[in-house]
């Protein structure tokens, strides 16, 4: 669609959710009213920047559907994410929502060059977790065969993969990461006992260090998809061939969610091209709109059009969420930094966790990671120059000085959703 086009109906849209947001949900009507700002003043896109925000924490206090906008005999599913603390968010969809999220999904798949005859394996949970469903129905629009392992059981997985010839996978990067090692184990090569040429990988930060790993060790082709409870669930945002390779980064589907840019601790619109938080409007969800979602995203949209002649605009990859940030001895860090040192040692796997605990002096800072069988094997003395090549890496990219810990491989907890890489005792 050419971008004049485009953006004429982002507007119409926008102004049929605010209008129909501030009919019926009290508190974005009251937060309007605070602000002085009523539907009909968006005339154009700019006038977006002057509604509210929401966050997530409105959804916890209005748990569970003080923010839905339909009637229940509307609603057709609720998803729900859990978060680190307190109360879940739950979002209930209409059956219109669930059409909009479906036909995102499989725009992405179409995207990585996916179609009708390809078997994807949907190894994301099934349930209030939004993985699973978005991808099978996504799949299915699309004419694949789809197989709906969902997470766990990995032996199974893999003798269904090479049964029933899955040609892709769904799942997060960190259960791959687990796949392979079984597939390992049990001599299963994916280049030769397999057709697995896609991963559809997503729903945590990976970095581009991850990206070669997992291309290297398994020899698929990994895939990006982004999204987020809130606004439907996988398939908000996914890359391209050229967005894979030559401007890395994910191309948003701005027809139906309308992004923004803003400076996470003013708030302000930035321009294309400058990073802060993303913060998305669901253009045509009606169950529950969001309107200027904060989705503590870091990120940034790509001024330049890319190759693959979309009009659709280009965002950077998630390397991180400003509530991921840890500060380690005065020192803002992000578990992402860490990621791309170690793996820049060949003999590291991809296994790590990142230990902060409170000491009475300085926090200890500790990493622990997973050595190759092959490299835990040496004398004592070579163990020791990788500890310290380790460490030089890890200082380098961060500043920091590390406690490196070399573990064994296959001792540190594997995952089959979302892996938790940090435990922060000092909270
Ligand atoms: O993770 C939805 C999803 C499922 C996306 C499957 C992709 C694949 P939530 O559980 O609500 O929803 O978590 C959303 O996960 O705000 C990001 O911080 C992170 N996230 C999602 N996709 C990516 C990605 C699903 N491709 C939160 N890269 C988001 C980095 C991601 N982070």
């Known amino acids: ?249 994910l191309h948003v589907f701005e027809d139906h969610y309308y992004p923004e840019i803003v400076d996470p601790e003013t708030l302000d619109p930035l321009p294309d091209g400058e990073e802060g938080e993303l913060v998305l409007t669901t253009l045509d969800r009606f169950g529950t709109p969001m309107i200027r979602y904060r989705t503590r995203d870091l990120s940034r949209l790509h001024a330049e059009r890319c190759k693959c002649g979309r009009t659709i605009r280009v965002m950077d990859r998630i390397k991180a969420r400003s509530d991921d940030m840890l500060i380690v001895h005065g020192v803002n860090l992000f578990p992402s930094q860490i990621e791309t040192a170690l793996l820049s040692v060949p003999e590291v796997e991809p296994h790590y966790q990142i230990v902060l605990t409170p000491t009475e002096t300085l926090d200890l800072f500790e990493i622990k990671v997973e050595l190759k069988a092959e490299s835990f094997s040496d004398g004592i003395s070579a163990l020791e120059a990788l500890r310290k090549k380790i460490f030089a890496a890890v200082k380098q990219i961060t500043g920091l000085s590390p406690k490196i810990t070399l573990v064994e491989p296959g001792s540190l907890p594997r995952s089959e959703g979302k892996i938790k890489r940090v435990i922060d005792n000092r909270r």
């Not at 997992?214 to 982004?226: C, F, K, R, T």
């Open 1 to 249: 669609m050419p971008v004049d086009e485009l953006r004429a109906l982002q507007l119409k849209k926008l102004q049929t959710i605010v209008a129909y947001e501030y009919d019926r949900v009290a508190l974005f009507r009251t937060r309007c009213d605070e602000k002085g700002v009523k539907p009909r003043d968006l005339v154009t896109l700019k006038d977006l920047a002057r509604f509210p925000f929401m966050k997530k924490t409105d959804l916890r206090d209005q748990y569970p559907t003080g923010l839905t906008a339909a009637p229940l005999k509307e609603i057709v599913r609720f998803h729900c994410s859990s978060g680190t603390t307190g109360k879940p968010i739950c979002i209930p969809n209409t059956k219109g929502d669930i059409e909009v999220w479906t036909d995102a999904a499989a725009r992405s798949l179409a995207m990585y060059g996916l179609g009708d005859e390809d078997v994807l394996q949907v190894s994301y949970g099934y349930g209030l977790f939004t993985g699973g469903l978005g991808l099978h129905y996504g799949g299915e629009h699309l004419g694949c065969a789809v197989l709906p392992t969902s997470a766990g059981n990995t032996e199974k997985q893999l003798m269904l993969m090479r049964d029933l010839g899955s040609t892709a996978i769904a799942c997060t990067p960190s259960y791959f990461l687990h796949v392979i090692e079984v597939a390992k184990k049990a001599d299963i090569d994916f280049r030769r006992d397999t057709k697995l040429r896609h991963g559809i990988f997503g729903a945590e930060p990976w970095t581009d260090e991850m990206r070669r790993k997992i291309a290297e060790l398994s020899g698929i082709i990994p895939h990006d998809i982004y999204g987020l409870t809130e606004i439907s669930g996988p398939g908000v945002a996914a890359s391209c061939p050229y967005c894979e390779s030559e401007t890395p980064g």
